[in-house]
Nanobody, 122 residues
């Protein structure tokens, strides 16, 4: 099972970007998906989460600007980022708490995506 991220890039402040994160492989269920970010020299920060019943949370700095959503049928989570600011510049990572098949075993655990860079210029 892997988390495959796409999106990201370089934009000017005030513009928008969308990230996606797809869980591929033998996935039984996804309990929680989230987006984290890490800027150079800073700790990784939880940005947003979404549960299997679509409850969402956001860090204060992105409330009203970012929206997390998911498509359970596609095992995919999205992060729509509007009104981007230079301080949003970071590597963004997807994380999922999921149940998946590994050989003959059913495992519950966490997986990380490979990360995607978001750069916002002023």
């Amino acid at each position: 099972v892997q988390l495959v991220e796409s999106g990201g890039g370089l934009v000017r402040a005030g513009n928008s970007l969308s990230l996606s994160c797809a869980a591929t492989g033998s996935v039984y269920s996804i309990n929680l998906m989230g987006w984290y970010r890490q800027a150079p020299g800073k700790q990784r920060e939880l940005v947003a989460t979404i549960t299997s019943d679509n409850r969402t949370t956001y860090v204060d700095s992105v409330k009203g600007r970012f929206t997390i959503s998911s498509d359970r049928g596609k095992n995919t989570a999205y992060l729509q980022m509007n009104s981007l600011r230079p301080e949003d510049t970071a590597a963004y990572y997807c994380h999922a708490d999921l149940e998946y098949s590994s050989g003959t075993y059913r495992i519950r655990g966490g997986k990380w995506g490979q990360g995607t860079q978001v750069t916002v210029s002023s």
